[in-house]
């Protein structure tokens, strides 16, 4: 049973950066597609990134792929996704998922492991 957990979120100025964590545990991580995805108040849970197993095939929103970089660190068990030039519009939850498919995967439905999320707020 994988567990997820994210950090890494917080209050920042529109234009400024953040970078995401989210540390694994209870399974063999670098067996799993990762992913990130977000939800707005009063919004369906959307996609952000996406990473497969080893690492060296990503994806992205269209609206984000400028801005947003998703990596991991199979030695450490951590997936991260670095966020730049911050807009008010990405005020959300954030959260990581896990997938034993070995590809990319970009639909929520993919995904069997899910954490509780971190919040991001991006002030005017």
């Not at 911050?86 to 498919?101: H, I, M, Q, W």
């Not at 970009?106 to 002030?123: E, M, P």
């Amino acid at each position: 049973q994988m567990q997820l957990v994210e950090s890494g979120g917080g209050l920042v100025q529109a234009g400024g950066s953040l970078r995401l964590s989210c540390a694994a545990s209870g399974g063999t991580f670098s067996r799993y597609a990762m992913g990130w995805f977000r939800q707005a108040p009063g919004k369906e849970r959307e996609f952000v990134a996406a990473i497969n197993w080893i690492g060296d095939t990503t994806d992205y929103s269209d609206s984000l792929k400028d801005r947003f970089t998703i990596y991991r660190a199979n030695a450490r068990n951590t997936l991260y996704l670095h966020m730049d030039s911050l807009k008010p519009e990405d005020t959300a939850v954030y959260f990581c998922a896990a997938s034993p498919l070995n590809r990319v995967v970009t639909n929520r439905r993919g995904y069997d492991y899910w954490g509780q999320g971190t919040q991001v707020t991006v002030s005017s």
